[in-house]
């Protein structure tokens, strides 16, 4: 329109689209060309001469049925104006259009916005790569994360199954370690003399326990030969089922209330792995999944095998360790020998292993009569917590018992002799003992009297418990321990042993704590004494040792109790 409000004249419409810089063409009811501008024409890599009048789709055969015409042909049906962009394959051109129906024809206005896309394009590109970089990364860390984890558990069943010497209480740490890190809930059988029996069980849900423990105690008699623990246990190779069906449980359980129990626990992959160490055989893990968890992913599997050889070792170790300490235990209780009961004399013996550390040691007790009937006591203490210490004990002993027995000296002059063939014989490095000698001559004997004389080696003072329940450290001159030829001269100590006294010699494991005050410790077994100083001798013992090593010895214990009973017994 003009100012005036007439139509404005056509050569001027027509003069300002061929300046417009926006491409633009206009097409017929036959789908011509009957208007293009120059710089459409131009874009679209044509003249306007070549275009006008001819057939948009045979001039661009490639746009039949794309975007163009089904836009084109809905904006000339229906009147509706449509916007859009499209990729055009000869032009290697992105076309942002619109396109409108006049009465005219259709006018279509586009651009070429192909920069614009691929810059877009290249961002987005840019965003995925940094997402998917970013994912990637976050993957890696939980990767990280986990298999970290898995190295963590492998350090925790290595520690805490070499931190015992029980076989029984090492297998339930491991079970109790890999779930639920490896599985929902395990089974860990040891082989003993060809006997399976199935120790160490876990679940992740301790509500499951019971049902673990049900199926537990019924599996090793009603698992088929094709089960997985037999098969594995005889093979020597892990077995690994994946998908575990019921019709394949049914084949691997000979009894209903097993098979049943094991249906309640809803098993879904099963891996079990053989624990073998050098060359032996001493049980197997079974990793269970139920249904929620699924399949064992390859890390747990790696897992799991390397798991399952070090607690082979543990165990294997704890073994061989405690039969070593079963040994000498047995060594050392066959070098302790009963003790003698003179007339009027009552005497006691205790020997208590160590139940922290290394279970043996050198400890010793011994009682016997010299030929004049006199009573000869003596305990001792071996540097060391070994099966050599348990050996050398033995030799010391009878070292000891053969000297007191054919000299008949003084205590003193024992251990003299003692220390000399000790360090000359090289019998032990370092010893502590106590030789206590009873003497009653013929007028001590009408009158119903005893005579203590004893001399200690470095050993601890021993405790006298007087008839009426006082009871007192007997202080002597300490000499140096056995072992150091000491040149010296030793002394003994004296004291009256009236009827219904009670005398206690023991090792310092009685009393001594690695982490307590040595005069504490004394105190503590002083008042332990006093409240027992009139129970029966046996009884005395077996108290002083359950109060004393409630929390377990340290250090293994040897006792020995006297009880002097008046001339009537």
């Known amino acids: 329109m003009t100012a005036t409000g007439a139509p404005a004249p056509t050569d001027l419409l027509v003069r300002a689209v061929q300046g417009m810089a926006r491409p633009l063409f206009v097409l017929d009811d036959a789908w011509r060309f009957s208007y293009i501008n120059p710089s459409g024409a131009a874009l679209l890599g044509r003249t306007v001469d070549d275009l006008v009048g001819r057939v948009v789709w045979d001039e661009f055969p490639e746009a039949r049925g794309s975007e163009f015409e089904r836009s084109y042909r809905h904006v000339a049906e229906t009147g509706e104006p449509a916007s859009f962009e499209a990729w055009f394959a000869p032009l290697d051109v992105v076309f942002q259009v619109d396109a409108f129906r006049t009465d005219g024809g259709l006018v279509v206005t586009y651009d070429d916005v192909t920069a614009r896309r691929r810059t877009e394009q290249a961002r987005e590109e840019a965003a995925a790569a940094r997402e998917e970089e970013a994912a990637r990364a976050a993957e890696a860390a939980a990767e990280a994360a ?110 209903a209330r097993a098979l049943a129990a094991v249906r309640e626990l809803r098993p879904s992959a099963v891996a079990v792995y053989p624990l073998i160490a050098r060359g032996e055989l001493f049980g197997a893990l079974t990793l269970v999944n139920g249904p929620e968890r699924g399949p064992f992913t390859d890390l747990e ?207 310092d494991g009685l009393f001594e704590r690695r982490h307590a005050d040595l005069d504490a410790g004394r105190a503590r077994l002083r008042d332990a004494v006093a409240a027992r100083a009139g129970e029966p001798l046996p009884d005395l013992c077996d108290g002083l040792l359950a109060e004393l090593l409630a929390d377990g010895a340290e250090d293994d214990v040897a006792l020995l109790a006297v009880r002097a009973h008046p001339k009537r017994r």
């Open 301 to 507: 599997l790696s897992t799991a095998a390397v798991a399952s050889v070090r607690a082979a070792l543990a165990l294997d170790n704890a073994r061989l360790a405690g039969a070593q300490v079963r040994v000498a235990e047995r060594l050392q209780r066959s070098l302790l020998s009963d003790p003698v009961q003179p007339d009027h004399l009552e005497i006691a013996v205790r020997y208590r292993p160590a139940t922290k550390g290394v279970a043996i040691g050198g400890d010793w007790y011994d009682s016997f009569q010299q030929p004049d009937g006199d009573t000869v006591l003596v305990i001792g203490d071996v540097v060391g917590h070994d099966l050599e210490a348990a050996a050398t004990m033995g030799q010391l002993k009878t070292t000891v018992r053969a000297i007191a027995y054919d000299r008949q000296e003084r205590p003193a002059q024992v251990l003299g002799r003692a220390d000399r063939a000790v360090a000359g014989l090289g019998v032990a490095p370092l010893a502590t003992a106590l030789v206590g000698r009873i003497e009653q001559d013929d007028a001590d004997r009408a009158a119903g009297r005893r005579r203590l004389h004893w001399a200690t080696a470095g050993h601890p003072a021993p405790v006298l418990v007087q008839p009426d329940g006082t009871v007192v450290d007997l202080d002597a001159p300490v000499g140096p321990p056995l072992g150091t030829d000491w040149p010296g001269e030793r002394a003994d100590g004296a004291v009256d042993l009236l009827p219904g006294s009670t005398l206690l010699l023991f090792t």
């Open 146 to 255: 986990l298999a970290g984890r898995h190295l963590l558990l492998l350090g925790d069943v290595s520690q805490a199954m070499t931190s015992t010497l029980d076989v029984e209480e090492a297998v339930h740490r491991f079970a109790d370690r890999v779930v639920p890190t490896l599985a929902d809930w395990c089974l860990v059988s040891v082989v003993e003399d060809g006997v399976r029996r199935d120790v160490g069980r876990a679940h992740r849900d301790p509500a499951q326990q019971p049902a673990v423990d049900r199926y537990a105690d019924l599996r090793v008699r009603t698992n088929r030969p094709n089960a997985p623990v037999p098969t594995s246990l005889r093979n020597g190779e892990p077995v690994v089922i994946q998908q575990l069906t019921d019709e394949a449980m049914r084949s691997m359980v000979a009894d």
